[in-house]
């Protein structure tokens, strides 16, 4: 499968801001209590927006190929970013730790459950997203072809 | 240039898709900033000023005194559920029974003081000895001790005083139980042992 340069650009913007969300979720999910605004641990709310994610992705990448790896791309992205946030008081300014041993071992453990939910909801996001680009495109070739016989 | 023209053509999905992941790059940043604050906030409350001593009245009663203040620093305020403090004598020659207590005191959660942002809050505490028992364990100590050829008084004893205080820090509730491993974030735990200081 061979990319252009505009393909590549276009999957790591869209990498980056399908990310974002992955990571609050991630984030709000480990720390309801501080998150603002928090999902309260919600599963239905976490998998609405994890299909929201996926729309970007599905609406604007043509190949359906692409879109599906660039699910599994943000959430990867997403899960990361989450980690950085989840040790910036210790990583960023030398805190001293707050909670228990087993720091990164609790954030797996309480959260890599949602990567199921997220690359699941990534994926219908990505076919709905691709059903309203197909929808639009549709209605935009009708339209022309209606202007022409008019 | 030809992303550029795509974006041009689809501006208002494009507008709706940046502006669903500013909302959250937004909320990313924000959250991680206040968990940055209260951790931070876990450094910087403490304890100091703490002082005591020990006098005889004229009337021939012991009286230990204690006092000492939380300084919370930070943008949050601690609502205390526990507050306590002990005197107590060490005594290493009376085997079993080699802890004296001298005086204490508890606050539970049913009065629990809250320590506003950015200030302090003090803590006095006083205590009239007059259990017998007491007394007289103390006097026991102050004999054997004086027989070893040393020199100690009701005044002079080595009184060990002790303060805990646990608090949640802000308004970042959480369930206590289910959501056990929240509990050391938001839970405040200051002690103080006036050995560390000797």
């Known amino acids: ?150 | 240039m030809r992303l550029w023209k795509s974006v041009r053509r689809h501006w208002f999905s494009v507008m709706l898709y940046t502006a669903f992941s500013v909302f959250f790059l937004a909320a990313s940043l924000l959250s991680a900033a206040t968990y940055v604050h209260v951790v931070d906030a876990h450094e910087r409350i403490h304890l100091e000023e703490a002082s005591h001593s020990a006098s005889i009245l004229p009337n021939g009663t012991l009286l230990i005194t204690f006092s000492i203040e939380i300084a919370n620093p930070t943008r949050y305020d601690v609502s205390l559920y526990t507050v306590s403090w002990e005197a107590v004598v060490f005594n290493g020659t009376s085997g079993p029974t080699w802890i004296i207590p001298v005086a204490s005191e508890y606050r539970g959660s049913s009065e629990s003081p809250l320590v506003p942002a950015g200030s302090d809050m003090a803590f006095s505490y006083s205590s009239h000895v007059t259990d017998p028992l007491t007394l007289h364990r103390l006097k026991g100590y102050i004999n054997y001790t004086v027989s070893q050829g040393g020199s100690v008084t009701l005044e002079t004893l080595p009184y060990v005083h002790g303060f805990t205080a646990y608090g949640w820090l802000g308004d970042f509730e959480h369930e206590y139980l289910r959501e056990f491993y929240l509990n050391d974030l938001a839970r405040i735990t200051l002690d103080y042992d006036s050995r560390w200081y000797a």
């Open chain 1, 1 to 150: 499968m061979k990319m252009t340069s505009d393909e590549v650009v276009k999957t790591l913007l869209l990498m980056v801001m399908s990310g974002i969300p992955v990571a609050f979720m991630s984030f709000d999910f480990m720390y309801p209590n501080i998150s603002t605004p928090s999902m309260e641990k919600n599963l239905l709310v976490l998998f609405l927006v994890s299909i929201l994610a996926g729309l970007g992705p599905g609406y604007f990448l043509k190949r359906t190929s692409t879109a599906m790896m660039n699910v599994i791309l943000y959430v990867a992205f997403g899960y990361a970013l989450a980690v950085v946030l989840y040790s910036a008081p210790y990583s960023l300014y030398d805190l001293e730790l707050v909670l228990p041993s087993f720091y990164y071992a609790i954030f797996f453990r309480y959260t890599v459950i949602l990567l199921f939910l997220f690359v699941l909801g990534g994926f219908m996001g990505v076919v709905f997203g691709q059903l309203v680009r197909d929808s639009i495109s549709r209605e935009e070739t009708r339209f022309s072809w209606t202007k022409r016989d008019e």
